[in-house]
């Protein structure tokens, strides 16, 4: 009684020094001072929760954190409320798993505790394997002053295969900032996992901010505890706003095959990626690791910002890469958030999923990275249909039956058979997402739009569209789009129908045009030109659900394109909690 009358105080405090109830905490995570902890824990609506992708039995979910293997068992960390379905009261939340696809879960790993280290909060960060075999978790926690600082803590019995419990290191905070440091203290966090130099130390990275300029402060540490911070940032971008999550790691330019986080030498990029609080969007670069000076320089033509490579051109957030040294991969993990409106997420008793794990590597031309779906989410494929090489002319469908629509894996690849009838580009044509809502599905094309219409009610007035279009360009060559148009994906008015877009690069003229997607009731996760673009959204049928969702091959272009494979399966519910 005595405690939630106090916190009513508190609330009717923060109602009265704020105008409309909304506290900015910090940019990404607005608390809701009404909502915050009183709600009661409601039993989830189960209408658009998914049967593949990782979430948990109710309340909000965000950021993955400190995702590992170890001693053969893989770790998902999450940022999680344990009071409600929106953000608030966060704790590690605990998952382990021997394929990355079935789960167990455990109790909340970390939650605030330390007085001077996290007792307002524990926010994300990242795994870091120490020599001997032992992880460290270095996470970001709120002090007492709300101030940002950097927290260690590692587990309590190594013997203990699923690391249930997890200590706190006395000295925290490691990392904090001061008057001397100039560190914006509500703009420093998300430490990176930590990378050894051949000089035997230890280096991190934090994401901040000073004015508009993003950066990556670096620390470095001879025993994990003791953290000086360098002199320059790792690096940094002008006008890109604050750096959230950083992941920072090295990738072969000759293997599939992924490195160790401490990586470095010859035959090896680096890739930093960052995630922008002010747009909500993960981009990447790729570069070079200079260490003598400790400094990353992106490659020319691999730019910082909004207008950079992304892991992914819809909805996905604060990701985190892990090298999984039994299967020498590295393995992304992000967070897709709802895309209804926050009343309606409360109203349904949970929030948040994550994508599927995604393996990735360095393209061939070196210029991107490529992503695609851990083998093991294969396992949940059944009820295969298969359909032999057929012409799709334009303005035709063709139903994929006898699969669960709305629980499916599909594949299909297009060869292009009237190249000519591709429209020329606009050079003006340059964001390929307001072009892709400029010609969304219904806007017939010369090539295109084809591609899969998911999660569409019998009559079509639900469906979402994926697919391609090709333009020819001024020197000769070809363009290719790639789509996510869910604008008509759901009768419901308030959902947030956004469509997304990316350029693919493919030559369509001697390759085929391939396109995945995992459809997961909530979700569809499409992977382009093998990989090499990926767009993921959240819709919200209300009539194609469940039994009632169809699955179509489509050309709404005037020139043909020939079906050169199509696989489909229903995919089975995976275990999860
Ligand atoms: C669950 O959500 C769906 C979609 O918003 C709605 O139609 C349905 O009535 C809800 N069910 C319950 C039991 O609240
Ligand atoms: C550590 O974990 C192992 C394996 O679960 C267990 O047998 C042992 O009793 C634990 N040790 C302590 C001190 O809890
Ligand atoms: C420090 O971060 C806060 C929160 O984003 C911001 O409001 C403030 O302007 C920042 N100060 C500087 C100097 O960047
Ligand atoms: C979550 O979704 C909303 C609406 O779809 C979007 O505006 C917001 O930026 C998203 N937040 C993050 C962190 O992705």
């Known amino acids: 009684m005595a405690t939630s009358s106090l916190l009513l105080a508190c609330l009717f405090f923060f109602s009265v020094i704020l105008s409309h109830g909304v506290l900015q905490l910090e940019a990404s995570h607005a608390v809701y001072a009404n909502l915050q902890t009183l709600q009661k824990p409601t039993s989830p609506n189960q209408t658009y929760r998914t049967s593949y992708h990782f979430q948990p039995p109710k309340n909000w979910m965000n950021d993955p954190n400190g995702p590992m293997i170890y001693k053969g068992i893989y770790h998902l960390f999450y940022q999680y409320n344990p009071n409600g379905a929106d953000w608030g009261s966060i704790v590690w939340a605990h998952s382990t798993s021997l394929d990355l696809v079935n789960w167990t879960p455990h109790p909340p790993a970390i939650s605030p505790s330390q007085q001077a280290g996290d007792i307002n909060g524990c926010w994300s960060g990242s795994a870091t394997i120490l020599p001997g075999d032992k992880p460290a978790m270095l996470y970001t926690g709120i002090n007492p002053q709300s101030h940002q600082v950097q927290n260690l803590a590692v587990p309590k019995n190594l013997s203990d295969p699923f690391l249930i419990e997890w200590v706190k290191s006395p000295k925290n905070p490691l990392m904090a900032p001061t008057t001397s440091n100039k560190i914006n203290s509500s703009s420093f966090r998300d430490p990176t996992t930590a990378w050894l130099g051949p000089d ?267 697919f391609f279009r090709i333009f020819k360009a001024q020197n000769n060559k070809h363009v290719v789009l790639m789509c996510s148009d869910q604008s008509r994906s759901s009768l419901n008015q308030n959902t947030d129908k956004t469509t997304y877009g990316a350029f693919l690069e493919v030559d369509p003229i001697h390759e085929q045009l391939s396109l995945r997607s995992l459809i997961d009731q909530s979700i569809v996760e499409s992977f382009g030109g093998e990989g090499k673009a990926c767009i993921t959204a959240r819709v919200y049928p209300t009539l194609a659900i469940g039994g009632k969702a169809h699955l179509y091959a489509f050309n709404n272009g005037r020139g043909s394109v020939r079906i050169s494979k199509l696989s489909a399966w229903s995919m089975k519910r995976a275990h999860i909690y």
């Open 200 to 466: 035997g130390t230890w280096r991190v990275i934090i994401g901040s901010k000073i004015n508009r300029q993003g950066l990556a402060i670096l620390y470095k540490s001879k025993d994990f505890v003791h953290w000086i911070q360098s002199q320059q940032p790792l690096h940094f971008a002008d006008d890109t706003g604050m750096w959230e999550c950083p992941d920072f790691f090295p990738i072969s330019t000759n293997s599939q095959n992924a490195l160790d986080t401490s990586m470095v030498g010859s035959g090896i990029k680096h890739v930093l990626k960052l995630s922008l609080d002010d747009t909500k969007h993960d981009y990447y670069t790729i570069g070079t690791y200079n260490l003598n000076k400790d400094i990353y320089i992106p490659d020319k033509g691999s730019v910082d910002g909004d207008s950079g490579l992304r892991y992914d051109y819809g909805k996905f957030y604060a990701s985190k890469t892990f090298f999984d040294s039994v299967k020498q991969r590295r393995i992304l993990w992000g967070w897709i958030n709802e895309s209804m409106p926050q009343p309606e997420y409360i109203k349904q008793g949970w929030s948040g999923v994550q994508a599927i794990p995604r393996n990735i590597w360095l393209d061939k031309s070196r210029k991107q990275l490529v992503q695609w779906p851990i083998s093991a989410i294969e396992t949940l494929r059944t009820n295969q249909v298969d359909l032999p090489s057929k012409l799709l002319k334009g303005r035709s469908m063709l139903e994929i039956s006898s699969i669960t629509a709305a629980q499916a894996d599909v594949e299909i690849s297009f060869s292009v058979l009237e190249i000519e009838k591709a429209e020329v580009m606009d050079p003006s044509w340059t964001n390929p997402q307001l072009l892709c809502s400029q010609k969304d599905a219904s806007i017939k094309g010369g090539l295109g739009p084809f591609g899969l219409k998911v999660l569409a009610s019998k009559d079509l007035k639900e469906h979402t569209s994926v």
